[in-house]
């Protein structure tokens, strides 16, 4: 039995939402680091979950990934009511379509996020 801290895990799909924008800009981990001035070790830790970057940090990484710094927040938990209205249907209850991807078990955390992050693009007008 595993206990998960549930930090940990946000900092974790973190990195992965922030690895697939990368990959999907067709940026390498060392060319990410020149477009931000951050170190690559630091972004590597990053990209695995294993630092929390402060809201500079995600800044940088927004403007170098053409995303908006609110879905970079909201990825890593700190804009709670940006990310909530997103995941919630008309009722208030969580999206069933982000439940889904959640769920399946076919999907790794990267391609989890990555799909999270296209979905809720779409939603915003």
Known sequence: MTVTDPWEVQMR?????????????????????????LSNPYLSQ???????????VLRLLADALNVSAETLLAEAG????AAGAAREDEDGSPGAVESV???DARLDDEQKAA?????????RE
């Open 13 to 37: 799909a973190l990195g992965s939402f922030i690895r697939s924008q990368r990959k999907l800009a067709n940026l390498s981990l060392r060319q990410l680091a020149d477009l931000t001035s």
């Open 46 to 56: 990053i990209e695995r979950g294993l630092h929390q970057p402060s809201v500079r």
């Open 78 to 81: 700190l804009l709670e009511h």
């Open 101 to 103: 991807i959640r769920a």
């Open 115 to 123: 799909l999270l992050a296209v979905y809720r693009s779409m939603l």
